[in-house]
């Protein structure tokens, strides 16, 4: 995983099950940042002993080196189970990564997904905290929240933003509505031996107006070019998104208002941004996670070393529902985005 901002570069580096796998940056000013919180927001994306995710439990714990040049954070794959792959050599799973990684470079063994697995969000989540606290220093919160999990719809800021969706993630908690319901809909799929998607939403408050994305370049395309690095990721939408191509401009288009000697932006379906520069409300986006890939029903594949149509039910150990864990990785991923874009204003 690779990404070059601006301002900002990374590459998130490592497989599933290699010894380890880190982060390398530059660009990010080094900020102070707290230690617990750091912990609390790994936390967040960390398997627990949830319904909705593997049972493969990590520590997490990063050992990050800072120098004047770099930003390096490593951490240790621990809990490597690579015979559950086994059986699936030259076998690749349907709507994984798999089949593409083999037409890439004629690879047969996908043992925990190679690069393309969730595990390197982790990495991706560290810098993500740097960034997070390096927009906090100058009054800019990002948060993320699980919007809908299958059919189960909760909080979405497309009905207006609520401080409830705001500080779910600071509080530890992913979904502020309808939590229990759609861990329901999670154990129900899971029992069906199958997996459920849904869709989380990120609002960005207090980032100034009149910032691009650089030269030629749009605010929306900065932050969708991170949130697409995240796998499972299918669709980004900015305010009102796709519903926009149902409306009439009279009801799509934001007013604007003096209020208080100040103008104003009432209402906000363009989420934050026209003409990919901010206009000063807040940044809200919809991303939509597909249902995790690896499922225990039996499904249609192909034995690529012998050249024939098999059936596979997948064993190893996976999320039954990705979304809960990838909260604090579109974050993570609209910090270091917006990061990037303030970062090419001041200099
Ligand atoms: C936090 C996280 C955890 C994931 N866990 C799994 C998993 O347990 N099993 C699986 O098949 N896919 C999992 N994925 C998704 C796959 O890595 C992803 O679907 C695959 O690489 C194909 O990429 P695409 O869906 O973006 O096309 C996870 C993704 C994330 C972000």
Not at 84 to 110: V, W
Not at 151 to 177: D, N
Not at 218 to 244: C, R
Not at 284 to 296: H, K, M, N, Y
Request: hydrophobic residues 40%; aromatic residues 6%; glycine residues 12%.
């Amino acid at each position: 995983m690779k990404w070059k901002g601006d301002r900002i570069a990374f590459e998130v580096y490592g497989t599933s099950h290699a010894p380890e796998i880190g982060v390398k940056a530059t660009g990010l000013p080094a900020v102070a940042f707290d230690i617990v919180g750091l912990r609390d927001f790994m936390d967040r994306r960390r398997a627990k002993k949830a319904a909705y995710s593997t049972p493969r439990l990590e520590a997490d714990e990063p050992e990050i080196t800072l120098s004047e040049k770099e930003f390096c954070a490593v951490i240790k794959n621990g809990n490597v189970k690579s015979s559950d792959y086994n059986e699936l050599y030259g076998i690749p799973r349907p709507s994984h990564a798999d089949y593409a990684a083999h037409l890439m470079d004629g690879r047969l063994d996908f043992s925990g997904g190679g690069e393309f697995s969730g595990r390197l969000t982790a990495p991706l989540c560290v810098l993500g905290y740097m960034a997070k606290c390096y927009l906090r220093g100058r009054g800019i919160r990002v948060s993320a929240w699980v919007s809908a999990v299958g059919t189960v719809k909760g909080a979405t800021y497309k009905s207006g933003l609520t401080e409830e969706m705001l500080s779910a993630g600071e509080k530890g908690e992913w979904s502020p509505l309808h939590k229990g319901e759609m861990l329901d809909e999670i154990t129900r799929a899971a029992a069906d031996k199958d997996s459920v998607g849904g869709r989380i939403e990120c609002a960005v408050t207090g980032f100034p107006g009149g910032i691009s994305g650089g030269i030629f370049g749009s605010l929306e395309g900065k932050i969708s070019s991170i949130l697409y690095l995240i796998p499972a990721v299918k669709g980004v939408e900015f305010g009102a998104g796709f519903d926009l191509a149902a409306m009439r401009g009279s009801v799509a288009n934001d007013p604007l208002r003096i209020e208080g000697g100040k103008v104003t932006v009432i209402k906000n379906d363009a989420g934050g941004i026209n003409g990919g520069v901010s206009n000063g409300n807040a940044i809200t986006l919809g991303v939509s996670v597909r249902p995790t890939p690896s499922i225990a029903m039996k499904q249609q594949s192909v034995d690529l070393v012998k050249k024939e149509n098999v059936d596979i039910s997948i064993k190893g150990r996976h999320d039954a529902c990705i979304v809960p864990r990838a909260v604090p990785v579109v974050e993570a991923a609209v910090a270091i985005a917006l990061a990037d874009a303030l970062l090419e204003e001041e200099k």
